[in-house]
Each structure stands twice: as C-alpha cells, then as structure tokens.
C-alpha cells in the first residue's frame, strides 16, 4: 500500500493535511519529528510532508531534525514552518519578516513549477507567519512571491525537495488542493489506490481472529465513534460484546433513550445503562470553573464505568472507539494546547484484560461516519454533530443545576427543531443552544420578568480548524426566538453569537 508521511513538528493543522492528502486515496500517517531517521526509511513512504509549527526555525529550543532525511530519495513538501526547516537545514538564511503576513494573500507563481502544475499565475494564498526565507538554499530557484514574501515557495525539482511558505491545506488557500494534488502525483508517483470498500469485512474478519470466543466490553458514549466501534464489533461477535453507556445526565433532550433503543433495536449485544444524573450534579455542586468542571466530569465517569465493569467483568477484551486523531492528541506531537481534551481510557491496575481493542484507530473522523453508514446506524446518530465529552456540561456556563440543564435542553430541543423543520440544517456544521448564566428583566402578560437568557451558536466550517458564523436568516432567528421563549419555562431573552473562531472556539467553555 503506498502511503504518504505528515512529519508533525508542532502544527494545529497536522491532521488536516493528512486528510486532504487521504481525500485523495492515498494513505497518510502522521509520526512526531522525533520519530528516529531508521524508521522513517524503513516506512515504504512514497512522500513526506513537514508541518507547519509556531516556533522560530533559529531557535536552538524549536524541533529540528536530522539533514539526512532530505537525502533519502524521498519526495519533500515543506509546509510553512517545515519549509523554513527545510531551508534552514541546507543552508539558506532564515530572517524576522519586516512585514508578518496573515489571512488571505494574493500569490503570484512560476508556471513552469510542477507543483503548480494547473494553478492560476496569479492565485490566493492563507499565510500565517512572522519569519520567512529570506535566502532560498544553494540549488534551489522560488517558485512563487507575494508582495512581503519574496520566496512563498521554493524548489529543487531535481531532488524533489518543495516548500511553501503558505498552507495549502486550508480552503482560504484557493488551488491548495491542486497543489496537494500536484505534489502526490506528479512529484511522489502515487497511483490513488487506498479505498475505504473493503474497510468492514476486513476489519469483522481481523475482529473475529483476533478476539475468538472470548467476552469484549466496550464503552459506548452515543458519539460517533464509540457508536460505530459497537457495530463493528457487534457484526463480528454478536452477543459476546456488553456495550456500558453511562447516562450522566447532561446529554440532550431524550438523547439517551435514542441511544438506547438504537443499539437495542439495531444490534446483537448485551447492553447495559446506568442512570446517574443525580450523582454526578451532585459532584458539580458549586462549581463554576469550566476546566474544574471538565475534570469532575471525566472523573465520575469514569468512575461509574469502571464500577460497572468490575461488576460484570470476567476477562476478556476491552474496546474503545478510538480514532487516529485521538492518537495524535495524546502525546504524540508537539502542537499547542487549546484546551484539555483526552479520548483514551487508562484502565485501573485491579483490571486485567487479554488486550485493548480500538477497530477505529487508523480512521478519521468522515471515514468513520462512512462506517457507520454501510453499517446501518441510523443517519441522526452517524451524523450527529460534535458533542463535548462533559456534554451540556460545559454549556451551562457557570453551575451545573438541574433546573438549568432542563432549561437548556428544553431550548436545545426547540432549537434543532426549528432548523431541521426549516430544512437549513444541511447549511450549518453545528449549532446549539447555551445557557450563559445571565437574567434579564422582560414583561410577558403585562407582568415583569427576570429570566434567563439563551445564546445561540451556530458556524459553518469545512474543518473546524477555523469556522464563521453562520448568516442564518433573520425570520428563521425570530422564529427560533419567539418558539424558545413561549415554550421553554424561565427564558424571556434569546441571543445570537457571531463571533468567529479565531478569535472564539466554537464552544463557550
């Protein structure tokens, strides 16, 4: 199998360039830069990619890595940071940019550049940088320049060694997925060949081997992922798999009984609730502090989970619905933290099992909703949008009551229900509602009110690295509003947030 290896030297967007280069059927694996020359070698790759990265390349603290691997034969595309690592590691000269570029640039590039191959002369780029290549190394002729950058990408097209000081990987970068093209085919000679058809039996049938007659107990979430893992390895074994979904409360409305009768319905296994709202408010009692929040929260779980399986365990396998970004996030790279977040479970010492079983852990997060579809898991749970681990959480802002989180999915429920009926769903990659733990006075029935408030979110992005606010219409937003205030107990004010990310995440804690 050909594959493609995204070198992460501390860049946000490592898993992005690895998906757009697996958009293209060609299989992409990301390692840290301190993955050891040897290996890398050995890979089989047919092309390696360096990441982007927020250090300054001349600095003796920022990750470097051994010049030997440009001489490997290997084809290289420097991406912004790693360009200037791939200029800095062959001799050109690394400077402070007199003038930083940032967002959309006009690029102007040399036609007869193979990475350019099919590239408008003059195009937009998405830079995001204070240093530049202000000397390209001895061999090497730039191949584009903006009016502040005067080397946007250089080549040495005899060793097939490219750089870019933009990020092609972004949709602002307008023919980024041309050039990403570019480099896989015409400089690396990849075919195209890796296809997600053969996925399901392949996996069932390593399943099946693997596990034999012995008992797996998985963790099941409702989420996407742990969803998808129950059914893979409920075709594989049927009732020796025990899914435990732990109901803590704070998922939306009815959102646990949908669960519930989905994997009862749908799927040969042994399922088991465990109810434990109450337990876990009264954990969060007083507390305001979202990441003491996110804290608690995980550690109740977990706490409650492991309680349960202790109570039917009796060896075996354990399961997660691990996928390869949660690989990533934790620990295997250097890319700065925006917040905690941490997908794989470390298993209590008085806990034995054969073995932990992730069938999901080379796939992203679109592969897996494609499992999940040939699966037959229904549409509104496969394609359900990002939900926080702490659930509503973390949408409470401020003290997580019962009242509070009633009130929430209460606005929640109409909320979805309006833009579904409305059919604008399809144009927004989420929405929700938030309590921010605001009243305000109002009248209703020529009485005064003080009552809360309900904020809403709503963004279009294709990646979630970045995200606008979604221009949803204005008699959708009135309707929207009348319907949460006439029908949901102690609001009489809605909110619509347009703030983008960057600056906001699309969560407000």
């Not at 001349?58 to 030997?68: F, K, R, T, V």
């Not at 399901?200 to 107990?217: M, S």
């Not at 049927?238 to 319905?265: A, H, I, P, Y």
């Not at 996928?323 to 209590?348: C, F, L, W």
Request: hydrophobic share 40%.
């Amino acid at each position: 199998m050909e594959k493609i290896l995204v070198l992460d030297f501390g860049g946000q967007y490592n898993q992005l360039i690895a998906r757009r280069v697996r958009d293209n059927h060609v299989y992409c694996e990301i390692l840290p830069y301190t993955t050891p020359l040897a290996d890398i070698a050995a890979g089989g790759y047919k092309g390696i990619i360096f990441t982007g990265g927020p250090n300054s390349v001349y600095l003796e603290e920022s990750p470097h890595y051994d010049p030997a691997i440009l001489s490997l034969g290997i084809p290289v595309l420097g991406i912004c940071y790693g360009a200037q690592l791939m200029a800095y590691m062959l001799g050109g000269v690394i400077r402070s940019a007199p003038t930083r570029e940032y967002g959309r640039i006009e690029m102007v590039a040399e036609p007869q550049s193979l990475l350019f191959r099919d590239i408008p002369q003059t195009s937009v780029c998405w830079m995001s940088h204070t240093d530049y290549i202000a000397t390209p190394p001895a061999g090497f002729l730039i191949s584009a320049r903006t009016a502040n950058c005067p080397c946007a990408a250089m080549e040495n097209a005899e060793q097939k060694l490219y750089a870019v000081q933009f990020h092609p990987e972004v949709t602002h970068t307008a023919y980024g997925q041309q050039l990403l093209r570019n480099f896989l085919f015409a400089v690396c000679g990849c075919k195209g060949d890796w296809v997600m058809d053969n996925f399901i039996e392949e996996t069932v049938e390593a399943l099946r081997k693997e596990i034999g007659d012995q008992p797996v107990i998985l963790g099941l979430s409702g989420g996407v992922d742990s969803s998808v893992a129950a059914a893979l390895l409920s075709r594989a074994v049927g009732r020796q798999l025990t899914c435990v979904f732990v109901d803590q409360g704070l998922m939306r409305k009815n959102e646990g009984d949908f669960v519930e009768q989905t994997f009862t319905k749908l799927f040969d296994m042994n399922f088991i609730r465990v109810n434990c709202g109450e337990v876990f408010l009264s954990h969060l009692k007083g507390v305001t502090d979202p990441e003491d929040k996110r804290r608690i929260i995980g550690t109740e779980f977990y706490k409650v989970f492991w309680d349960e399986i202790r109570a039917h365990h009796s060896g075996g396998f354990f399961a997660q619905g691990t996928i390869y970004p949660d690989r990533i996030e934790s620990g295997k790279g250097d890319a700065a933290t925006i917040k905690t977040h941490h997908n794989q479970v470390k298993m209590p010492e008085d806990i034995a099992f054969a073995g932990v079983i992730e069938p999901l852990k080379d796939l992203f997060k679109d592969e897996v909703r494609a499992v999940g579809e040939k699966l037959g898991i229904p549409k509104e749970l496969v394609w359900r949008q990002p939900f926080p681990g702490p659930g509503l959480g973390v949408r409470v802002i401020g003290e997580v009551t019962a009242k509070r989180v009633a009130i929430l999915q209460e606005a929640d429920a109409v909320l979805r229900d309006e833009i579904a009926k409305s059919g604008y769903d399809s144009e927004l990659a989420q929405f929700f509602a938030v309590l921010p733990g605001v009243k305000s006075v109002g009248v209703m029935g020529d009485a005064r009110t003080y009552s809360e408030l309900i904020a809403i979110r709503a963004v279009t992005t294709d990646d979630f690295m970045t995200a606008d606010w979604a221009k949803i219409p204005y008699d959708l937003l009135g309707r929207i509003s009348n319907c949460i205030i006439n029908e949901v107990d102690g609001v009489n004010r809605v909110v619509y947030d347009i703030t983008s990310k960057p600056p906001g995440t699309v969560e407000w804690e």
